[in-house]
């Protein structure tokens, strides 16, 4: 009988407030310009594509993921800059 691994677990992601400068210490910030890595974030249940516009490491732990995603809009399909909290059940490389 052959073994598959266990499915990955899946889950929304959860989109970060936009950093307030006046609560200090702010992240560490690594910006990736034009060589941006792509990902698939995973937002209402479906998986979107993305590019890392920035990484930042949070003194408590935190990780918070800036990029540009492809969301449905009323205007139809855009690219829209949010940021998300990291989780590997609802970010994964593309």
């Known amino acids: ?34 060589q ?16 890392v516009i920035q990484r930042q490491d949070w003194p408590d732990g935190r990780i918070r993921m800036l990029c540009d995603v492809y969301l449905p809009s009323e205007v139809g399909w855009v690219w829209l800059v949010r940021g998300y909290w990291w989780d590997s059940a609802a970010m994964r490389p593309a």
């Open 36 to 51: 941006r890595p792509r990902m698939r974030i995973r937002i209402d249940g479906v998986w979107r594509d993305a590019q």
């Open 1 to 34: 009988m052959t073994q598959h691994p266990a499915p990955l677990p899946e889950a929304d992601a959860v989109e970060a407030p936009p950093w307030d400068p006046a609560k200090r210490p702010g992240p560490a910030i690594r910006s990736y310009g034009t």
